[in-house]
């Protein structure tokens, strides 16, 4: 509260009665008052204490309420703190594999959607010749080139050590091709900054999800188109269809 503009005092009426009190007291004891003026003196101290303890009770619950909003504005912060961990990566901060698993399962009750899977390509090679604190670089060098490029509609989850999926709702396979190759290039592009300066990539499955479907039907087309990538060369992206034809 500005000292400039003190709140209101709520006895502001009790204290000019006090003080009117006050006054006749006063102008009784010069005259001699007896018996009342006694009563009325008596009355008087009485009055003054309750009124300061009144006070002092409500300095008291100001700051009780005030505590407890604080505290309650800390058990909110706290709470989406857990929710915030219970739901996402804590090295990438995308969703956790749960979490896009649900977030999945959500939209494809009510709306197609297409799913992208991909694996970094000989991540193994990386964390093994250089180390995990490296790998770990790499992995977040990767979420960065999604979150670049990825619509705004996207979700991004981390369902692996250094697989990703992501979750574009309403779209068809090509619009989710293209988000892919666009994904592809611009981890392809990147400078990761390895000791031996190679590059990094990553290999791309797309399948797309009619309304009523689940994650695990998505998933596992898109899993299995990936492995087609994989065997095919690494570094492309391959939709479900044609892994049904390879």
Known sequence: MDAANPP???????????LAARAAYETGTQAGGGACHQALGDLLTSYERLLRETRRLVRRSDRAE???????????????????????????????RAAIIERVNQHAQQNDLAL?????????RVNDSFGHPIGDTVILGV???????????????RVGGEEFTVLLPHRETPASEQVAETMRKAIE??????PDGSRITASFGVS????GGCFDDAYGLADEALYVAKR???????????????
């Open 66 to 96: 005030l505590e407890m909003t604080l505290l309650n504005q800390r058990l909110q912060d706290l709470a989406s703190e857990l929710e915030y961990r219970a739901t996402h990566d804590p090295l990438t901060g995308v969703l956790n």
């Open 143 to 157: 979420v960065n080139c999604l979150k670049a490029v990825v619509p705004r509609c996207a979700h991004i989850g």
């Open 116 to 124: 992208i899977v991909l694996d970094i390509d000989h991540f193994k």
């Open 232 to 246: 095919g060369g690494r570094n492309q992206v391959v939709r479900a269809a044609d892994s049904v034809l390879s």
């Open 189 to 194: 592009t990147r400078e990761f900054g390895l």
């Open 208 to 211: 797309h999800l009619s309304r």
């Open 8 to 18: 209101p005092d709520l006895f502001e009426a009790e204290h000019q009665s006090m």
